[in-house]
């Protein structure tokens, strides 16, 4: 059994276990875990991760995210303590507003809907003329100064405070295809996609510049690792050949930025198993895809090059599943891992959706500790 | 150019995307007299079908479906200016009407939909997105309705596919109605389990979906 004890003053958080690591060594930190399983290196049992539960977060606190900004700590205890109560191995403050960023370019940006994620609208209408001219400063600036973006900065730095490296920080942020989609509304770039309109590619180099920026400040803030989604360029929405002109190099280009100094995950939605072949020479330390991709053969076309992630079904088992069904779900994936040497962080495969009970999300967890891989 | 001829080039036009064709088609069969009707089933909405069945195979992908989607709604309003009483003459395999439901706001998913069902001979409503429960019934009893469509991209937002048939129910006219339910979180079981009448996992199977409910 685990708990989590956090003290008064929000300082400091202690992990205690009655479980010692299956080789009965000292117990991995949860952190420890991720980065050794990343790295294909020995773990006590296999990484548990609850994939973006922060519309589960404020739905079990019945508030919206305008009162959860508004907390001194920006909605650092809550997020930590609701995790906390899930077991995951990670805790992922920042996600509510994965999109938000966009506000500072114009976007509308809705909090206030009880127990709902957030909504987010265009930020330009004409690509002819309204796509950003920036320098670098400018554009550092610009983000730094946008409400979203200080209390994204501020969640994090008070998450870190209180997790210390007990836990992986994580953050999402969406990548650049998907955020170019958010700039001018999905709808209409999938459209302007379709017309082959030259100034496309125009728009997703201005958002690697964005997405490399904010996720320099929310590092520097105290992240420890970002998931990067690109629910965009899925496979029920893209081409392969839009993928590998739209989406790859933009791709490589980010984390070129990065300069292999932060480490990042991608998520996909949907039909991602065909873009594994591209994603595995991305340079990320897993690939998150949805449960209706196929494991066993996502882990063998990862050839470790990369871990998986993945991949319970959010509705049909973390939201009306049963912890027993959950378990059984995640024995299932956890034998593939074993299968293959490792190579999966176990995860709800897009969301831990709002009312779900936490006990599939602890079943999900007791399922990885009881593992041998 | 006769008329068999101005079919085969409005349905080209449509699945090479061919804008400027498919306007210049339908300029030309104006000038001939044509019956526009028959162009539209017999051209433009079979290039729509086929580009549907190839989005089906994975051959064709979203953004085509979206631009042949604006090129069809520009064809069919060039039509409807052109010709007297255009929706009452096309025979119609029935009318749906479709929502992306409240608190929801994605509607790609939903519009590709309504263009393959419009396309494939339904008369279609789209309602838009984020729409109450409330309306949505109030809309199916409104176009005299035989399918309603739900569609919700959010694991937050399918729960109102559940509100939508316990409030047909509650007005006692769920038997009226065929629900059918779709978006990136909902499974078949989902569909059971509120009781809707069908799920389908994406716009091509929503076509065969609705073709089944209303036979």
């Keep these: 059994m685990k708990l989590w004890n956090l003290s008064e003053n ?13 080789k009965g060594e000292r117990k991995m930190t949860a952190k420890e875990r991720l980065f050794a399983a990343f790295a294909f290196e020995p773990v006590d049992r296999a990484p548990a991760y609850v994939l973006d539960g922060n519309a589960w977060v404020i739905n079990e606190e019945g508030i919206n995210y305008t009162q959860q900004f508004a907390l001194p700590d920006a909605g650092a205890e809550m997020i930590t303590r609701r995790y906390a109560e899930l077991g995951s191995d990670v805790v992922y403050p ?58 994204m900065m ?111 995950m991608l998520h996909i939605c949907g039909k991602a198993g065909k873009r594994v072949d591209e994603v595995k020479e991305f340079g990320v330390k897993a690939f998150s895809v949805d449960s209706m991709v196929d494991m066993e053969e996502m882990l063998a076309k990862a050839e470790k090059k990369m871990c998986m992630m993945g991949s319970l079904s959010p509705s049909a088992q973390m939201l009306q599943g049963t912890p027993e069904s959950v378990m059984e779900e995640s024995r299932r994936l956890l034998e593939l891992a074993k299968k293959n040497g490792g190579g999966l962080l176990l995860s709800s495969g ?16 007791k399922a990885a500790e009881e593992s041998e891989y | 150019m006769n ?25 030309t069969a104006i000038e001939n007299g044509e019956n526009l009707t028959l162009l539209l089933t017999q051209g433009y909405s079979a290039g729509m079908q086929e580009l549907g069945d190839l989005f089906a195979e994975e051959e064709v992908f979203l953004p085509d479906l979206m631009y042949a989607s604006e090129i069809m709604e520009t064809v069919s309003e060039r039509m409807e200016k052109n010709m007297e009483n255009a929706a009452a003459s096309i025979d119609e395999k029935g009318t749906v009407v479709f929502a992306t439901v409240e608190g929801d706001v994605h509607d790609i998913g939903k519009g590709i939909c309504c263009a393959l069902l419009k396309a494939n001979g339904f008369k279609v409503y789209d309602l838009g997105k984020d729409v109450s429960a409330a309306t949505i019934v109030e809309k199916a009893e409104e176009y005299n309705a035989n399918i309603i469509g739900l569609s919700a991209l959010l694991t937050t937002t399918m729960m109102v596919q559940n509100d939508v048939i316990r409030l047909l129910e509650e007005k006692g006219i769920r038997e009226k109605y065929k629900v059918m339910v779709g978006g990136a979180p909902v499974t078949a079981s989902w569909a059971k389990q509120i009781g809707a009448d069908g799920y389908s996992g994406d716009a091509s199977e929503c076509v065969k979906l609705a073709s089944t409910l209303i036979a």
């Design chain 1, 350 to 365: 897009c969301d831990f959706p709002a009312g779900s009970p936490a006990e599939n999300a602890r079943a999900m967890v």
């Design chain 1, 10 to 22: 929000k300082k400091e958080v202690t992990y205690y276990t009655e479980k010692q690591g299956n």
């Design chain 1, 154 to 264: 501020k969640q994090i730095r008070g998450v870190k405070d209180l997790v210390g490296e007990e836990k992986a920080v994580v953050v999402a942020i969406c990548g650049p295809f998907t955020a170019a989609g958010t700039m001018l509304g999905t709808g209409e770039f999938m459209l302007q996609i379709g017309k082959r309109n030259k100034l496309v590619p125009k728009l997703i180099a201005f958002t690697t510049r964005v997405i490399t920026t904010l996720t320099k400040l929310y590092y520097e803030s105290g992240a420890d690792l970002f998931l990067i989604c690109e629910p965009t360029s899925s496979g029920d929405m893209i081409s392969p050949r839009t993928f590998k002109q739209m989406v790859s190099p933009y791709f490589k280009q980010f984390m070129a930025n990065l300069e292999g100094q932060i480490p990042v």
């Design chain 2, 3 to 27: 008329f068999e001829e101005l079919c085969i080039q409005a349905k080209e036009a449509m699945i090479d995307l061919d804008e400027d064709l498919a306007y210049e088609t339908l300029d």
């Design chain 1, 94 to 151: 920042g996600s509510s507003c994965w999109l938000a960023w966009a506000n500072a370019f114009g976007s509308e940006v809705n909090t206030e809907k009880v127990g709902r994620t957030i909504e987010v609208g265009p930020a330009i209408s004409n690509l002819e003329t309204d796509i950003p001219e920036m320098t670098d400063e400018e554009l550092r600036e610009t983000l730094a100064d946008n409400f979203y973006v200080k209390t």
